[in-house]
């Protein structure tokens, strides 16, 4: 089975600019969570979705947003690109059925020049 | 919100030798995750332990939820054990994980 899957993997943008990360969650898992990690730090909660309503919103500005599609992969968008949203950023998984073990893909590393 | 420290923060280990790996977390929680971030940036899972203890091989954990603190412990450590591990909670409102500092190990030939 795979697992998560999040597209592209590494991505230069330019300040100002917008873009739009995207994630594949586990078949089966209706929860996907987005996750911010800087040089050194842990990861950070972004957004949380289940059944394609956000269920949780973590301390980020309004240039952040996401959505939830019918097949349950999401979208994680950042508008007017800062130098400080270099990051990797993380989408995870889970069922959400009782079992709320998450599962990490590989990361998006975003590079704000 | 909910406070997870991690120590030590930094490690260096002797291949063969053992370590212990702790988490403290400020409030109750619903869940309890051990991760090993690899070089190129993968959460690897290791444990769902929100209490009790587990074992996988050279790895076990110990989560006591009513002290509030997880341990990790990994035995006969090897070159590939090196990396970043990471202990994350999820409190009552059930909708995020808060990640500790985690722990840098680097474990020599």
């Known amino acids: 089975d795979a697992g998560v899957t999040q597209s592209p993997t590494h991505l230069i943008k330019t300040r100002g600019q917008h873009v739009t990360l995207r994630c594949s969650p586990i078949?089966?898992?209706?929860?996907v969570s987005w996750y911010q990690q800087v040089l050194g730090q842990g990861p950070q909660f972004i957004f949380q979705?289940?059944?394609?309503?956000?269920?949780g919103r973590g301390n980020f500005p309004d240039r952040f947003s996401a959505r939830q599609f019918p097949n349950y992969s999401s979208e994680l968008n950042v508008n007017a690109l800062l130098l400080g949203d270099s990051a990797l950023y993380l989408c995870a998984s889970s069922s959400w059925d009782g079992n709320t073990e998450a599962f990490f893909g590989q990361g998006t590393r975003l590079t704000v020049v | 919100g909910i406070q997870v420290e991690q120590s030590p923060p930094d490690l260096i280990l002797q291949e063969g030798a053992n370590s212990t790996l702790r988490c403290n977390f400020s409030?109750?929680?619903?869940?309890l995750q051990w991760f090993h971030q690899n070089p190129w940036g993968q959460l690897i899972n290791l444990f769902y332990i929100p209490s009790g203890t587990k074992q996988n091989g050279r790895l076990s954990a110990t989560t006591v939820a009513t002290e509030r603190y997880s341990l990790l412990y990994i035995s006969s450590s090897q070159t590939t054990d090196s990396g970043v591990y990471f202990c994350a909670v999820e409190g009552d409102a059930g909708n995020m994980l808060t990640f500790g500092g985690g722990t840098r190990l680097m474990v020599k030939p």
């Open positions: 409030d109750s929680v619903n869940n």
């Open positions: 078949s089966g898992h209706k929860s």
């Open positions: 979705y289940y059944e394609k309503e956000e269920r």
